[in-house]
């Protein structure tokens, strides 16, 4: 079975395809970018983005595949969460898509498809997951039926906290990468370390590191001290949850997953606790159709062949804010 996948939740429209055996055929998308530079999504110009360049991302990947749009089994496209004009613009797709060459569509979480193509991509069995990203930041595990969330930011997610904070210091967007960069061999300033239970808040520290700059501590000081907070609240977090489940594994995915620092220092406490660290590789951590098509595929093979009565245009409405834990994960144990 070949599925072909919609990704268009924010700032990307992808479109992947990808076989029942895991073999990725496409990975092609293309970004929105802001007009004004350094100002962050107009979820409207986004939508707008993302209807001029579906054809040809499309286009891009079917022929990337060496496949006709007729030798495609399943169409998925991301459902949610996402900002609601950009997951329009892929639903309309998807369905029209799906209803002219009559092909079973089906509508895919796009919190659980990065974790299902880090799955796929590093031979992890059953982690916990941290998942980071500009809209989302969760610490995850499997257990009774559903992805449940042992902790999850109760402000703004990790990567948007980097955005604000690169936008404050005049660095270049994404923000992540250029803190990244320009943390290095800087010196640590006190900044807030906040944890609620097993949930975290970045507001305060983006408030704070903000302040300080505007003192007179240097960029540099601030983007490594800015990390290192950050990163290590995210790792007490991920352990907390490693010794409540009992598991053997971490996975790091999202686009924020890329980050060296982070990865060292989760690491750390995995080796500490002889657990196993994997990473999502760099093509597949940030948004892109290839994490939706697999995922459509792993949600189908739950059904006999050729049975897709679940998988109809009834089924398939977007929702803004569907959360990681109300997905019944049927296609694992």
């Known amino acids: 079975m070949i599925c072909l996948g919609i990704e268009s939740t924010a700032h990307t429209f992808g479109v992947g395809i990808v076989d029942s055996s895991g073999k990725?055929?496409?990975?092609?998308?293309?970004?929105?970018?802001?007009?004004?530079?350094?100002?962050?999504?107009?979820?409207?110009?986004?939508?707008?983005h993302h209807m001029d360049v579906?054809?040809?991302?499309?286009?891009?990947a079917l022929k990337k595949s060496?496949?006709?749009i007729g030798e495609v089994d399943l169409i998925s496209f991301a459902a949610g969460p996402g900002l609601p004009p950009c997951l329009r613009v892929g639903a309309v797709i998807a369905r029209y898509v799906a209803a002219v060459c009559k092909k079973p569509l089906v509508g895919v979480n796009h919190c659980i498809a990065h974790i299902e193509i880090g799955k796929l991509t590093t031979a992890a069995k059953d982690p916990v997951v941290l998942y980071l990203s500009g809209g989302n930041t969760q610490v995850i595990a499997f257990t009774e039926g559903r992805y449940r969330i042992f902790g999850e930011t109760e402000d703004i997610p990790v990567g948007?906290?980097?955005?604000?904070?690169?936008?404050?210091?005049?660095?270049k967007m994404p923000g992540g990468p250029e803190i990244e960069r320009a943390a290095v061999g800087g010196k640590y300033v006190e900044l807030p370390y906040t944890i609620k239970g097993m949930n975290l808040s970045f507001t305060g520290i983006t408030t704070d590191a903000a302040k300080k700059f505007r003192a007179g501590a240097s960029v540099k000081d601030i983007c490594y001290s800015f990390q290192e907070n950050c990163f290590a609240?995210?790792?007490?977090?991920?352990?907390?949850a490693l010794a409540h489940t009992d598991k053997q594994e971490v996975l790091l995915v999202g686009g924020?997953?890329?980050?060296?620092?982070?990865q060292a220092m989760v690491k750390i406490m995995c080796d500490e606790r002889?657990?196993?660290l994997f990473v999502?590789?760099?093509?597949?951590?940030?948004?892109?159709?290839?994490?939706?098509?697999?995922?459509?595929?792993?949600?189908?093979?739950?059904?006999?062949?050729?049975?897709?009565e679940k998988f109809n245009m009834k089924n398939t409405k977007i929702r803004q804010s569907w959360r990681t834990d109300e997905v019944d994960i049927s296609w694992l144990d």
């Open 24 to 48: 990725i055929l496409a990975n092609e998308k293309d970004v929105y970018t802001p007009k004004k530079i350094g100002s962050g999504i107009v979820p409207h110009d986004a939508a707008l």
């Open 54 to 60: 579906s054809e040809k991302i499309i286009d891009a």
């Open 66 to 68: 060496g496949l006709k």
């Open 160 to 171: 948007n906290a980097f955005d604000v904070l690169a936008r404050e210091l005049g660095l």
């Open 233 to 240: 609240m995210l790792t007490e977090v991920t352990e907390r």
């Open 256 to 262: 924020v997953a890329a980050n060296k620092r982070l």
């Open 274 to 276: 002889g657990a196993k």
């Open 280 to 308: 999502v590789p760099f093509e597949y951590a940030g948004d892109c159709g290839v994490n939706i098509a697999w995922t459509g595929l792993v949600a189908a093979k739950v059904f006999k062949k050729n049975n897709f």
